[in-house]
């Protein structure tokens, strides 16, 4: 089958990573995670990275132009050559532009759209405990931990972290919401974004996610809703 080139979106608490991982595990191809890409260069201490990180500690994003250079040399590995799945790329409709162009004339397959109501990941984060010894993470309502506020794996503190405050979560919401529905449209309009319900217990929402990528890559009749 032809190589599988796909986009994952999804707002925080939408447990995008989780299904990315799976996903990407599934099909064998690599997941790449351009927020991962910068961290690893800013942590590298090359002049890249001091650039990279100064812009990211400021809460900017890294420009489109640098942007395409770093997708374009990732992309270009032997391992992203059956395929891959994009986290974090891309955020901007430039940047969209350009990685069609860049994998003309196929683009990519589908841009998976997770989606979970705002209220239902303000619950999830603002639930949130993480023992700050180990960074074990736990559920209020689910984990007794949570509620006891001790860590059943090392008996280290259990506590809320400071930004999964309800304000906070729904700055970080509202401005996701600013950047990404653009994107979301402009993938919509191309007949090529794949809304799956993020909902549930991870193991239907995993199946849910293969099952409709599968559809779109057999063609199948109504594989473009
Ligand atoms: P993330 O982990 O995806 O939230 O990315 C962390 C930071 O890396 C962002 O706040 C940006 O500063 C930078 N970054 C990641 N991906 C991109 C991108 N596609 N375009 C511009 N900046 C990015």
């Not at 931990?145 to 304000?167: F, H, K």
């Not at 996610?209 to 559809?215: C, F, G, H, P, S």
Request: hydrophobic content about 40%.
């Amino acid at each position: 089958m032809s190589s599988l080139r796909l986009i994952v979106f999804g707002r925080q608490g939408a447990g995008k990573g989780t299904q990315a991982v799976r996903l990407a595990d599934h099909y064998g191809i690599p997941h790449i995670s351009t927020g991962d890409m910068l961290r690893a260069a800013a942590a590298s201490g090359s002049d890249f990275g001091r650039q990279v990180k100064e812009i990211m500690d400021s809460g900017s994003l890294v420009s489109d132009q640098v942007m395409e250079g770093v997708v374009a040399e990732r992309l270009a590995q032997p391992d992203a050559a059956a395929g891959f799945l994009l986290d974090g790329y891309p955020r901007t409709p430039g940047q969209a532009e350009y990685l069609q162009t860049l994998l003309a004339p196929d683009g990519v397959q589908a841009a998976i759209n997770l989606e979970v109501p705002e209220d239902v990941v303000v619950d999830r984060i603002t639930g949130r405990r993480v023992c700050s010894s180990c960074g074990t993470t736990y559920a209020l309502g689910r984990d007794e931990s949570a509620a006891s506020g001790l860590c059943a794996n090392c008996g280290g503190e259990v506590l809320q972290r400071p930004d999964d405050t309800e304000d906070s979560v729904r700055k970080r919401l509202a401005l996701y919401a600013e950047s990404t529905e653009p994107l979301l449209s402009w993938f919509r309009e191309r007949d090529l974004l794949v809304d799956v319900d993020g909902v549930g217990d991870p193991d239907d929402i995993a199946a849910a996610l293969v099952a409709r990528i599968d559809e779109r890559r057999s063609g199948a009749p109504g594989a473009g809703s």
